[in-house]
């Protein structure tokens, strides 16, 4: 038994190596050729082939719809970083790296069998929302592994339906600095309940077509239709 299980752990690590789509990485994607040139341009002349090919480190990302993310792992891609996206004990949406800490397996490839907690599909490696390895499923409650794996966790934040990950080493930076908050007033929107007449005219009584501003869009459509009409006459 022992032997057709060592058999089938360097087949699917033979498999991991040659095809590289998930899991370990030889290096990563985002690094420059060793002369400066990516892009096609002259690192000397042009300081935009400065700007690395997959994007700038140390910033907040938009990275999926907070829906997207249910009961099974997700496998996505951020500057080059393959990750897996699932939910933690709190049913928050937790990022980690997709390559298992321990053989360097595809988390994404395997599932939540416990919530709160993504399992590998190769030895069973479950690891919590900090990256932490709470459970060791091959090897059972007294395996060692439990406590000394540890997978790269990346910073979220859900903010209006949409996951956001810090794709930097440091400490994240106030997400505020980086995701534009939602404008709170002088929203243009249709009145509610109100007569055709009343859009037609501007006299909606809602305080949105009533800003200086929404009131000067509406009188400047109406010239535009007069415009029209003497046009078509």
């Given amino acids: 038994m022992g032997a057709y299980l060592r058999f089938s752990e360097r087949r699917i690590e033979k498999a991991l190596e040659r095809d ?3 899991g370990m990485r030889e290096r990563p994607l985002w690094e420059a050729a060793p002369d400066g040139s990516y892009q096609g341009l002259d690192p000397t002349k042009d300081r935009r082939a400065l700007i690395p090919p997959l994007g700038l480190r140390e910033y907040w990302y938009p ?3 907070d829906r997207k993310v249910g009961r ?3 496998f996505w891609v951020m500057l080059g970083d393959e990750l897996v996206f699932f939910r933690d004990k709190q049913g928050q949406v937790a990022a980690l790296s997709d ?3 321990h053989r360097g397996a595809s988390l994404s490839e395997g599932d939540c069998f416990y919530r709160g907690f993504v399992s590998c599909p190769y030895h069973g490696a479950t690891l919590d929302g900090s990256g932490d390895c709470v459970a060791f499923i091959t090897e059972g409650p007294d395996s060692k592994m439990v406590g000394n794996l540890h997978a790269r966790v990346y910073p979220t934040r859900t903010l209006r339906g949409w996951v956001f990950v810090w794709m930097g080493e440091g400490e994240p930076a106030p997400i505020e600095e ?3 908050q ?3 007033q002088h929203v243009l929107r249709p009145p509610k309940l109100v007569d055709s007449a009343q859009v037609r005219h501007g006299l909606s009584s809602d ?3 009533s800003a200086p501003e929404n009131r ?3 009188q400047s459509g109406r010239r535009r239709a007069r415009q029209r009409e003497l046009l078509r006459s």
Avoid: I, Q, Y
């Fill in 99 to 101: 390559v298992c800490p």
């Fill in 20 to 22: 590289k789509t998930k």
């Fill in 216 to 218: 000067e869009r509406a």
């Fill in 63 to 65: 990275a999926l719809p």
């Fill in 72 to 74: 099974k792992p997700v």
């Fill in 207 to 209: 305080p949105a077509w």
């Fill in 182 to 184: 939602r404008p709170a």
């Fill in 178 to 180: 980086d995701v534009p």
